[in-house]
């Protein structure tokens, strides 16, 4: 992977070790974009839906980059649309093995939105994967074109290592899906993508920066939520790592010894992860 020169971005490094992986695969993670776009023709009531919801982000994406250590000087306070362009540029140029995008890359589902995102989306000349974030849920069968047929639950193969992007917008992991990551995962080295990450018996302490509002597994936990963190918990479950967004902050935790639950900050103040996985000795 080339260099990122942009000085939008912000970016954090971390190394995987994944066990079976045959050779390095390197990805860019990102976050949290919140887009709002009107077209040129959308109605005035668009544009000023979208001009109240820019000027509403501008304090809280200051908060939560004090909040969680990330900078905001000029250069890394641009507008989502234009970050979103500078986004594509920078895979292109830098071409890493992957980028994963992990929801909320919308600030809500428009069609105005979603064309600005595809269209974007299908000038990366890299392999990508995008996962749906709370911002964005409820409009699957839009987003089916963009997330390889299966919005529940995708699967996609860089070079030997397997990402399943999982739709967790709810905060929850269907029966369904569930069984695909079951299935899923046994085949080959496999990394879980999904926006909300989780609270497992093991990161409690280390979550505890978060409300109850930015994790999955606090409050009424459903039954098929329960088995699944207690399967991410457990020893025989063979998923290298686990990405998430939606926190708006950098962030680090062992979901079980040794595992861990890496998030992305977000991208309205160009901060996002590059992830080595490498062969584990
Ligand atoms: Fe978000
Ligand atoms: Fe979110």
């Known amino acids: 992977m080339r260099k990122i020169i942009d000085p939008y971005f912000q970016i954090s490094d971390f190394t995987i070790p994944v066990a079976g992986l045959k050779e390095s695969v390197e990805i860019m993670q990102i976050s949290d974009l919140h887009i709002s776009h009107a077209d040129a023709d959308s109605s ?3 544009k000023e839906k979208v001009e109240r919801q820019k000027n ?21 306070m641009i507008d989502p649309e234009e970050g979103w362009q500078r986004i594509i540029s920078a ?9 994963i995008f ?12 979603l064309r600005f995102l595809s269209e974007g989306l299908r000038r990366i000349e890299i392999p990508w994967m995008w996962v749906c974030g709370n911002h964005e849920r409820g409009h699957d069968d839009e987003y089916a074109p963009w997330m390889d047929g299966h919005p529940d639950c995708q699967l996609s193969v860089v070079k030997g290592l397997q990402f399943i992007g999982i739709n967790n917008a ?3 992991v269907t029966d369904d899906q569930l069984a695909k990551i079951l299935s899923a995962s046994v085949l080959m080295p496999s990394v879980l993508v999904m926006h909300i990450p989780m609270l497992t018996k093991y990161n409690k302490e280390a979550t505890a920066v978060f409300g109850e509002y930015f994790l999955m597994g606090t409050g009424e936990v ?11 918990e457990g020893k025989d479950n063979p998923i290298a790592a686990v990405l998430c967004g939606h926190v708006h902050g950098k962030h680090i935790s062992e979901y079980r010894p040794g595992k861990v639950q890496i998030c992305a900050s977000s991208c309205m103040v160009g901060s996002c992860n590059r992830i080595r996985f490498i062969p584990a000795e």
């Open 170 to 172: 709810d905060k929850q």
């Open 91 to 99: 895979m292109n140029q830098s071409r890493p093995d992957a980028v």
């Open 44 to 46: 005035e009531e668009r």
């Open 102 to 113: 992990n929801g909320d890359m919308m600030e809500d589902y428009s069609p105005e939105n």
């Open 56 to 76: 509403a982000w501008e304090p809280v994406r200051r908060h939560f980059a004090n909040r969680y250590g990330d900078s905001i000087e000029s250069e890394h």
């Open 222 to 232: 459903c039954e098929s939520t329960r088995r699944f963190i207690e399967y991410m």
